[in-house]
């Protein structure tokens, strides 16, 4: 019965994603938490801290927006149920909604009608990679309201350059930052289209927060935003504080010479994702994300 033996190792992910921050975001709240020196925005990371227990122990999603999920897959090209993968997400998701409990938040379009299950047209939202091997990687993310607020992609005008890519995420940040319960993790995308740019900033939201970029030149930008951002002091959850964001993520693509895209996701303090490898015949899965 694959079918259910995947329903239910997808479920599981769900259910440690909604209750238990990664344990890269959980580290970099406590990191803040210390290094914080204003006395209203320590007792905000204390009430934090305590949401994060108390969800723990009452084994309760940790925050009331359990979000729309979007699921970023890599397939083996080899991996026997690729054929029954799509909808064994759905059904996962079903599951999770009736179990965890995650929030009825999916609304079909244009009747604005709640279906009950977090399904619907291309919900779930999937992204797909196929890659050498026989092995299952899945990376989901639940999308809350207020961090996807913020989200926007631009085709910059010639010219604007590296500079045009950082007034974008600077602009972004302090028009809209502050309703995504900071602090923040900030994707950033950069490549030829708004598309690519828009997808590149959200699989920037699920490279670990603390990382260093593999290209020191976008290493060297991530660090100049994200210095930049912090001396605005935006503080946890928008009420001022010593330092504004998690960290900044680029992802980046190869582009038209005449254009430059940039595109912007945001996560809030309670960024969850959750990642689990699953192998061939599905008999193990880790759930890689999680301490
Ligand atoms: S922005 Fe994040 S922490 Fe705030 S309500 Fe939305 S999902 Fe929850």
Known sequence: ?????????????????AIK?????YASLQ?????????????????????????????????????????????????????????????????????????????????????????GKLSPWIEWEIIPGDDLHIDVYMAGGGCSLPGRSKVLMP??????????????????????????VVGVGIGTCAATAAILSKKALLRKVGSVNANPQAADMERMIKEGLDSIGIGPLGLTGTKSVQCVNIEFAGHHPATLAVGVTVGCWATRRGSIDISADLASYAITSHS
């Not at 921050?21 to 975001?25: A, G, H, K, Q």
């Not at 934090?48 to 108390?54: A, E, H, P, Q, V």
């Not at 079909?108 to 299950?117: L, Q, V």
């Not at 010219?159 to 923040?184: H, M, Q, R, S």
Request: proline letters at 5%; hydrophobic letters at 40%.
């Open 159 to 184: 010219l604007e350059g590296y500079e045009g890519v950082a007034k974008f995420v600077f602009d972004t940040i302090v028009d809209w930052g502050v309703n995504a319960c900071p602090p923040l």
């Open 1 to 17: 019965m694959p079918h259910k033996k995947l329903e239910s190792i997808i479920s599981s992910l769900l259910e440690v994603t």
């Open 21 to 25: 921050l990664p344990t890269d975001v």
């Open 31 to 119: 990191k803040m938490r210390a290094e914080e020196t204003q006395t209203l925005a320590c007792e905000l990371y204390s009430c934090i801290f305590d949401n994060l227990d108390k969800a723990e122990l009452l084994h309760r999603p940790l925050c009331q927006d359990t979000g729309v999920l979007q699921f970023f897959i890599r397939a083996g090209a080899h991996f026997p149920h690729l054929d029954i993968l799509e909808e064994s997400i759905f059904t996962a998701t079903k599951l999770a909604t009736e179990s965890v409990p995650l929030r009825h938040n999916t609304v079909e379009c244009f009747t604005e009608k709640n279906t009950g299950n977090n399904t």
